[in-house]
């Protein structure tokens, strides 16, 4: 049984950091790649980076965070990270983490992230944590 299991999530002012964990069991980073996506009230989900173990140089990042957040993965763990730094209000949201699938050995190209009928099909998601950042 795949599962994601996220953690890290909490309250920080503004310009503070914080680094989530995405704890996987069921499948191998060899095979699938693994996103992060967030979910603020009202808004649809929004991804948000992605890394593939067999391709490093295919790391995703929405262009709202590229530069402050980092995604990296511990293999042997079979946890992926993603330390968010500079943190700003509008970053407040539900963060999730996914198991996605990869081109090759690729993550998923940036119109995946905002293609509802494909991440509706996913099926392996995470609980979530709450990432709150106050001005």
């Known amino acids: 049984e795949v599962q994601l299991v996220e953690s890290g999530g909490g309250l920080v002012q503004a310009g503070g950091s914080l680094r989530l964990s995405c704890a996987a069991s069921g499948f191998s980073f060899d095979d699938y790649a693994v996103g992060w996506f967030r979910q603020a009230p009202g808004q649809e989900r929004e991804g948000v980076s992605c890394?593939?173990?067999?391709?490093?140089?295919?790391?995703y990042y929405a262009d709202s965070v590229r530069g402050r957040f980092t995604i990296s993965s511990d293999y042997a763990k079979n946890t992926v990270y993603l330390q968010m730094d500079n943190l700003r209000p509008e970053d407040t949201a539900d963060y999730y983490c996914a198991q996605l699938p990869r081109f090759g050995s690729r993550c998923p190209t940036p119109d995946y992230y905002s293609d509802y009928d494909a991440l509706g099909r996913l099926d392996a998601w995470g609980q979530g944590t709450l990432v709150t950042v106050s001005s």
């Open positions: 890394i593939s173990e067999a391709d490093d140089s295919s790391k």
